[in-house]
């Protein structure tokens, strides 16, 4: 059975950091794509960052976020830099077993919290 289950959320002031994990278990997914995204209350989950060969980036937090990965330990990682209140959500860890297609596989979400 595959788990994703994050870890890292919290709160911060604004202009602070956090980094987020995703440790994945059931399979091995050194050779996918893995994504985080985010969920706002009262708005639609959007993508933030995904990794497989390179990274690609949301507009909104290129810059300031990092997306990186350890195929050893089958985890991935969010390092989040210059938070700003905006970034406030549930942040999700995904995986897709293709190139381009959805999201297999979902954690249950970690929530950060930004203050100014």
């Known amino acids: 059975q595959v788990q994703l289950v994050e870890s890292g959320g919290g709160s911060v002031q604004a202009g602070g950091s956090l980094r987020l994990s995703c440790a994945a278990s059931?399979?091995?997914?050194?050779?996918?794509?893995m994504g985080w995204f985010r969920q706002a209350p009262g708005k639609e989950r959007e993508f933030v960052a995904a990794?497989?060969?390179?990274?690609t980036y949301a507009d909104s937090v290129k810059g300031r976020f990092t997306i990186s990965r350890n195929n050893a330990a089958n985890t991935v990682y969010l390092q989040m830099n210059k938070l700003k209140p905006d970034d406030t959500a549930v942040y999700y860890c995904?995986?897709?077993?293709?190139?381009?297609?959805?999201?297999?596989?979902w954690g249950q979400g970690t929530q950060v919290t930004v203050s100014s």
């Open positions: 059931g399979r091995t997914f050194s050779n996918y794509r």
């Open positions: 995904a995986v897709s077993l293709t190139d381009s297609g959805p999201y297999d596989y």
């Open positions: 990794i497989r060969w390179i990274s």
